[in-house]
């Protein structure tokens, strides 16, 4: 064989491979999951319901965000996992919840947690295919760090101090200061482009997490923004110009992201997830007796499961996504895991340990339902909050009934949220001719409830336990 003749054959095996791997890969999507933190339900301009003009903000605005939903799909009833950061993002990772998990609190001792397991989103992606790569950028909120769960580019294990967070001054964090790179939203944003181009041109399919500071307190934002809000007329319900500033520059840097996917030419075959990590503050500082959240028309915010503080902006688009469409089904974190999986290698988990259920048929609009090895959601949110209700609470979704149990002294709050927002209406205390109408019902779901909590050995309150400085084992305190 001539030297030409070996060229040329080498030249087309090269070729021949760089097409097999541009197939393999091609059957694989890409994954981009924007994060906030503490955006509310409400908190963007995506009217969340269609028809219920509360659903968005009267006083914000984010057109990038809406690109998204014009393209695919919002999920009406989706709903964080916990009314606070670390358990929510434990759960995204894991699908499974914070009551299975044991995690219920933010700065709770973890040491019972196996954070070298192989179950994590990442780690899932790459059994699919070893090609995949995958980054988290921004705010970690957890123990151990990203490496550990298999991500290969991060920002490390990263908390709210490492995006500007001054705990100990409430003055601090409610006051307007302007920055360039408010809450380091642009610095995240250009480390997340660059692994997106890095994984372009390598071929490679690629998960990245892009976890967010804002619109988390302290309030930042650029002189621009804020400019702009100052002279804009306020709402009715949201009115804080920091907040509607700061929401802004999030979402100029989620237009960054889109723009560089539509140049790469990758978008069709990119799936883009925005979502934040718990509901909205109810309201800036003082807490107490307000008369209306910031989350209205949902109840209370943030620290607690009412709807204010677990139901969150939740949109998807991608290959296979009709554009403009909604779903009203009940969906939490814990589907997230089992729904990449699902996307990325037509695979459903079956794991008993797993909370969450794959959505693939809901975003493919062939299906309505979502099969769980879990009856219902549940939210675990055992312990006394001085900041919100005060009361150590759980909670249970199925379908359209809520009910709500306290630990205290075992009482029961029962909603039909799909008619009932704000949960105004407690449907556990009707009497109809001296006789609770629903009194079979509040038993049967309090009692799936309740055999949950004993099933995955959840913490269980009592009077005085935080769970942060000692082991569980060593408290010994269980459902």
């Not at 503080?309 to 909604?326: K, L, T």
């Not at 079956?350 to 909370?355: F, M, S, V």
């Not at 099969?371 to 209700?389: D, M, S």
Request: hydrophobic share 35%.
């Amino acid at each position: 064989m001539t030297s030409l003749r070996k060229y040329l054959f080498f030249f087309f095996c090269l070729l021949l491979i760089n097409f097999l791997n541009s197939q393999n890969n091609s059957e694989h999507p890409n994954f981009i999951f924007i994060l906030a933190d503490d955006q509310g339900w409400n908190g963007t301009s995506v009217e969340m319901l269609n028809g219920l003009e509360e659903s968005k903000s009267d006083f914000y605005e984010t057109p990038e965000i809406e690109k998204i939903a014009k393209k695919g799909i919002k999920f009406s009833y989706a709903y964080a996992s916990a009314p606070v950061c670390a358990p929510s993002r434990y759960s995204i990772q894991m699908g499974k919840t914070p009551a299975r998990l044991q995690m219920i609190r933010v700065g709770m001792n973890t040491e019972h947690i196996n954070h070298e397991t192989d179950f994590t989103i990442p780690k899932k992606l790459k059994k699919i295919n070893s090609n995949y790569k995958t980054a988290h950028f921004g705010k970690w909120g957890m123990d151990s760090n990203p490496q550990t769960f298999g991500y290969d580019e991060s920002d490390g294990a990263t908390k709210n101090k490492d995006g500007v967070f001054n705990w100990d001054s409430n003055e601090l964090q409610w006051s307007n200061t302007i920055d360039t790179d408010p809450k380091k939203i642009f610095s995240i944003t250009k480390r997340a482009i660059n692994f997106i181009e890095n994984s372009h041109n390598e071929n490679a399919p690629f998960y990245l997490q892009i976890s967010h500071y804002a619109i988390h307190s302290d309030l930042v934002m650029r002189q621009k923004t804020f400019e702009k809000y100052r002279n804009k007329k306020p709402g009715k319900n949201h009115n804080n110009i920091g907040l509607a500033a700061m929401t802004e520059d999030l979402d100029t840097s989620v237009g960054l992201i889109l723009t560089k996917l539509k140049e790469l030419g990758i978008e069709d075959n990119t799936y883009i997830i925005y979502s934040s990590d718990n509901g909205s503050v109810p309201i800036i500082a003082p807490r107490k007796n307000y008369k209306k959240s910031f989350n209205h028309p949902l109840q209370r915010g943030k620290w607690d499961a009412m709807e204010g503080g677990i139901r969150v902006p939740f949109i998807i688009s991608g290959p296979g996504i009709s554009e403009n469409s909604q779903s009203e089904t009940p969906i939490s974190f814990s589907d997230l895991l089992p729904t990449i999986i699902d996307l990325a290698g037509n695979k459903n988990l079956k794991e008993k340990t797993l909370d969450g259920g794959s959505i693939k048929n809901i975003l493919l609009n062939k299906s309505k339902v979502v099969q769980r090895n879990t009856n219902g959601l549940i939210f675990h949110v055992p312990y006394e909050n001085k900041i919100a209700l005060e009361r150590a609470h759980s909670a249970i979704i199925i379908d359209s009934i809520k009910l709500i149990k306290f630990h205290d002294n075992n009482e029961v709050k029962l909603f039909d949220i799909k008619n009932d927002f704000s949960e105004s209406y407690d449907l556990s205390s009707v009497y109809i001719n001296g006789r609770l109408i629903h009194e079979k019902l509040v038993s049967k779901i309090k009692k799936i409830l309740e055999n949950y909590l004993h099933e995955v050995r959840a913490p269980k309150w009592n009077k005085g336990i935080t769970w942060k400085k000692k082991k569980l084992n060593i408290i010994n305190s269980y459902h």
